[in-house]
Structure formats: C-alpha cells, structure tokens
Nanobody, 124 residues
Framework: QVQLVESGGGSVQDGGSLRLSCVASGYIYNRHCLGWFRQAPGKVREAVAATYPGGSMYTDSVKGRFTISQDYAENTLYLQMNNLQPEDTGMYFC???????????????????WGQGTQVTVSS
C-alpha cells in the first residue's frame, strides 16, 4: 500500500505561483512513477506532469510554467506552478503508478494510488 498526502493549494491571482507538495509513505519505490493530475468541476481528470528517475513529462498546457521534482530522501513530490492562469483552477491530485512512467502515463485509469487532493483556485 502507498499513502499520498498533498498540501500547498490555495487561491492566487492570475500570473501568481504556488508550490504543491505530496508526501508518499508505505511501499514506495524509486521505480514507481509519481505524478500530478487535476480535475476542474464538470471535467474529467487530466494529467499534468509525471516524473521518474532520470526524466519527467508534462502535458502541453503547462510546459514552461510548471516544474515537477522529487526529493527521494524525503519521499516528497513537488509541483512548482508559475504564471498560473484561471484555466489551471481545479483539484490537484498526487498519484503513484507502480508500472513506471512508460506507456500511456496520461491515462488516469492506469495509476494505482491517489491522494485526497488539494484545491488550486486562480482568479483573473
């Protein structure tokens, strides 16, 4: 079992920044893929970014604005979000994928463990 606990959400004006954190515990291994998803009201959950030892990937809409990183010693995943826009508003979820980051990492169905989420609200 893997437990994931997110924090760091909040309300900001457009152009602002936030940093999300996710502490992982339990049977978490370096080979696991860790990532962030988000879900806006009335919309499907979408992939934001994912990371594994040696690489990371992003959805097109956040490239150049968001940075995913991981502190392996502290088992903590981060998402630095800069130049936030109203369309970034949503509940942000941390997730773990035991099969790694290869393949359709953007497909939420293929992820095994989820946190409870942290709300991000960006106003114009």
């Amino acid at each position: 079992q893997v437990q994931l606990v997110e924090s760091g959400g909040g309300s900001v004006q457009d152009g602002g920044s936030l940093r999300l954190s996710c502490v992982a515990s339990g049977y978490i291994y370096n080979r696991h893929c860790l990532g962030w998803f988000r879900q806006a009201p009335g919309k499907v959950r979408e992939a934001v970014a994912a990371t594994y030892p040696g690489g990371s990937m992003y959805t097109d809409s956040v490239k150049g604005r968001f940075t995913i990183s991981q502190d392996y010693a502290e088992n903590t995943l981060y998402l630095q979000m800069n130049n936030l826009q109203p369309e970034d508003t949503g509940m942000y979820f941390c997730a773990a994928r035991t099969s790694g980051c290869r393949g359709a990492w953007y497909n939420s169905v293929s992820w095994d463990y989820w946190g409870q989420g942290t709300q991000v609200t960006v106003s114009s």
